[in-house]
């Protein structure tokens, strides 16, 4: 009637509860990944988007010669159907499929779709998915498809998870720390002089409620927490390929430097998503140790009546050295003077390179829409501003916890506003629609402050923010000094502003959302 536990030895030399656990999580990662496309695709790719899909696919066609060179350089299922319709129709499915993920049934055909439907927006979503996290999700999504059977989904399927999948998995997570650790040696001198973290609080992408709290704490906390970040970083990752006790180890500080992470900002899903990998260092026996019994038990139940499958080791051999080969590149990459980060060699992406703040900024910038309904766009003109999801305008407004969501423009505009609009196009089609009200656009903002009729102008300032000190006499979190304009005050009629549109072929995709 009951189940007889098993000895630490034979819990620590099985990996079925790892196996649920990282299947679970990456679930998660990947139903909030489908949620926020869901959300967001059309304002940003959609057929009325701020960058069509339909101009983008036309261009890589005429770019390569054919949609099959196109589809072979940037596989995607959108080369077959992009209206606005199959967009979030597959966004939806991805995150249904997520759920079902989460939920406990996954098998090997449930976790390759998932990753065909992210791998389709990652490859066509242009700007709005160039972040290091979406490779990095199709690499690890990739994986975990042969961590299941090809039929059965329930949480314990009588096929143990192949033991070389899951040193893969910990091959990624090295490469990942590692490559992370040696862009930050060969770039910014903060990470040397361990004086990173003097700034990096208040000028990361998006700052959570904690930032500031962080950014305020005596310096040497501060660089003791650039050490820490070397210790996960740099020593941690090569316990993954440790024995058993080491390898435990190791883990624990990898998953403890994520949820630093996690604590002091809003990195989108991709401290969660590190978390899977690491997830690997850790077998049954400690699994048994933090997780309930009757799961416990249940995979007991499940390890009691398994049985082998040879087509299911072989074909892990096989993705094992295909990994091998396709990781020669990555390796030659990490050992280079010239590192890069967050790259990928072949179109699938299956084997990358990954890396974060290999410089960090000193001063934060933000750029700010305004707009007015004053017939002159002057200093005497009353200038309403566009509040973002996440980024920070309000002076008093504390900073949002957004993670593992990812509002997208607000990514695009912390780096839009280091450079120039020369650079981001696609800004001024946001000025466009902002002028006429669009609600796609305005989807993409917190809210709108024109909500009766568009302004007559709008413009873009640039502001240098600062965190104001905690207990301030006004109670703000921000200080900010203005620097200038980014985009002078446009007006719909504007022949710049409409030149500009109808170079870029989006004049008559936004004239048909007009009203």
Same mark, same amino acid.
């Given at each position: 009637?009951?189940?007889?536990?098993?000895?630490?030895?034979?819990?620590?030399?099985?990996?079925?509860?790892?196996?649920?656990?990282?299947?679970?999580?990456?679930?998660?990662?990947?139903?909030?990944?489908?949620?926020?496309?869901?959300?967001?695709?059309?304002?940003?790719?959609?057929? %009325?988007?701020?960058?069509?899909?339909?101009?983008?696919?036309?261009?890589?066609?005429?770019?390569?010669?054919?949609?099959?060179?196109?589809?072979?350089?940037?596989?995607?299922?959108?080369?077959?159907? %992009?209206?606005?319709?199959?967009?979030?129709?597959?966004?939806?499915?991805?995150?249904?499929?997520?759920?079902?993920?989460?939920?406990?049934?996954?098998?090997?055909?449930?976790?390759?779709?998932?990753?065909?439907? /992210?791998?389709?927006?990652? %490859?066509?979503?242009?700007?709005?998915?160039?972040?290091?996290?979406?490779?990095?999700?199709?690499?690890?999504?990739?994986?975990?498809?042969?961590?299941?059977?090809?039929?059965?989904?329930?949480?314990?399927?009588?096929?143990?998870?192949?033991?070389?999948?899951?040193?893969?998995?910990?091959?990624?997570?090295?490469?990942?720390?590692?490559?992370?650790?040696?862009?930050?040696?060969?770039?910014?001198?903060?990470?040397?002089?361990?004086?990173?973290? /003097?700034?990096?609080?208040?000028?990361?992408?998006?700052?959570?409620?904690?930032?500031?709290?962080?950014?305020?704490?005596?310096?040497?906390?501060?660089?003791?927490?650039?050490?820490?970040?070397?210790?996960?970083?740099?020593?941690?990752?090569?316990?993954?390929?440790?024995?058993?006790?080491?390898?435990?180890?190791?883990?624990?500080?990898?998953?403890?430097?994520?949820?630093?992470?996690?604590?002091?900002?809003?990195?989108?899903?991709?401290?969660?998503?590190?978390?899977?990998?690491?997830?690997?260092?850790?077998?049954?026996?400690?699994?048994?140790?933090?997780?309930?019994?009757?799961?416990?038990?249940?995979?007991?139940?499940?390890?009691?009546?398994?049985?082998?499958?040879?087509?299911?080791?072989?074909?892990?051999?096989?993705?094992?050295?295909?990994?091998?080969?396709?990781?020669?590149?990555?390796?030659?990459?990490?050992?280079?003077?010239?590192?890069?980060?967050?790259?990928?060699?072949?179109?699938?992406?299956?084997?990358?390179? /990954?890396?974060?703040?290999?410089?960090?900024?000193?001063?934060?910038?933000?750029?700010?829409?305004?707009?007015?309904?004053?017939?002159?766009?002057?200093?005497?003109?009353?200038?309403?501003?566009?509040?973002?999801?996440?980024?920070?305008?309000?002076?008093?407004?504390?900073?949002?916890?957004?993670?593992? /969501?990812?509002?997208?423009?607000?990514?695009?505009?912390?780096?839009?506003?280091?450079?120039?609009?020369?650079?981001?196009?696609?800004?001024? %089609?946001?000025?466009?629609?902002?002028?006429? =009200?669009?609600?796609?656009?305005?989807?993409?903002?917190?809210?709108?402050?024109?909500?009766?009729?568009?302004?007559?102008?709008?413009?873009?300032?640039?502001?240098?923010?600062?965190?104001?000190?905690?207990?301030?006499?006004?109670?703000?979190?921000?200080?900010?000094?203005?620097?200038?304009?980014?985009?002078?005050?446009?007006?719909?009629?504007?022949?710049?502003?409409?030149?500009?549109?109808?170079?870029?072929?989006?004049?008559? =995709?936004?004239?048909?959302?007009?009203?």
């Amino acid at each position: 009637m009951t189940e007889t536990a098993p000895s630490p030895e034979r819990s620590a030399d099985s990996y079925w509860l790892t196996r649920f656990v990282m299947l679970r999580l990456l679930g998660a990662v990947y139903a909030v990944a489908s949620l926020a496309a869901a959300q967001q695709i059309l304002p940003l790719i959609g057929s %009325h988007g701020l960058l069509p899909l339909d101009l983008f696919l036309n261009r890589v066609q005429n770019g390569l010669g054919s949609p099959a060179a196109g589809f072979a350089r940037l596989p995607s299922l959108f080369w077959f159907g %992009h209206s606005d319709t199959i967009l979030q129709l597959t966004a939806w499915a991805g995150f249904g499929l997520s759920c079902v993920v989460v939920a406990g049934y996954a098998n090997a055909i449930v976790m390759a779709l998932l990753w065909v439907l /992210y791998m389709s927006f990652v %490859h066509v979503g242009q700007d709005w998915y160039g972040y290091g996290w979406e490779i990095q999700l199709l690499e690890t999504g990739f994986l975990a498809i042969f961590l299941c059977p090809l039929l059965d989904g329930r949480p314990f399927p009588k096929r143990e998870p192949p033991v070389v999948v899951l040193w893969l998995f910990r091959w990624l997570i090295f490469r990942i720390m590692i490559g992370s650790a040696l862009i930050k040696l060969r770039g910014d001198s903060c990470w040397r002089d361990l004086t990173a973290l /003097y700034y990096h609080f208040e000028t990361q992408p998006i700052p959570n409620p904690l930032s500031r709290s962080f950014y305020f704490l005596p310096h040497w906390m501060l660089k003791v927490g650039v050490l820490f970040n070397f210790l996960a970083e740099l020593i941690a990752p090569w316990f993954a390929f440790y024995p058993r006790v080491a390898r435990r180890v190791g883990g624990v500080i990898l998953v403890l430097f994520q949820f630093t992470l996690i604590l002091g900002g809003n990195l989108s899903f991709l401290n969660w998503l590190t978390i899977v990998p690491v997830l690997a260092c850790f077998d049954d026996g400690f699994w048994a140790k933090l997780l309930p019994r009757w799961l416990v038990n249940c995979k007991n139940t499940a390890t009691s009546a398994q049985k082998s499958s040879l087509a299911m080791q072989c074909t892990a051999w096989v993705i094992a050295a295909i990994i091998a080969i396709l990781s020669i590149q990555p390796v030659m990459n990490l050992i280079s003077p010239n590192q890069v980060m967050n790259t990928s060699f072949i179109p699938l992406d299956l084997v990358n390179t /990954y890396g974060a703040f290999g410089s960090v900024g000193r001063e934060r910038f933000n750029v700010v829409f305004e707009g007015t309904e004053a017939d002159q766009p002057d200093s005497s003109a009353l200038w309403k501003a566009y509040p973002y999801q996440a980024l920070p305008v309000a002076l008093n407004q504390r900073p949002r916890q957004i993670a593992p /969501y990812q509002p997208r423009l607000d990514w695009q505009m912390w780096f839009a506003a280091m450079s120039s609009p020369d650079e981001y196009p696609w800004t001024f %089609h946001l000025v466009w629609k902002l002028l006429n =009200n669009d609600p796609g656009a305005l989807s993409l903002f917190a809210e709108n402050p024109f909500p009766q009729k568009p302004p007559r102008y709008v413009r873009a300032v640039l502001y240098r923010y600062q965190f104001a000190p905690p207990g301030n006499p006004e109670g703000n979190w921000w200080k900010r000094e203005e620097l200038g304009l980014w985009l002078p005050p446009l007006s719909a009629d504007d022949p710049r502003l409409l030149n500009l549109l109808q170079q870029a072929g989006w004049l008559a =995709n936004t004239n048909s959302t007009n009203p």
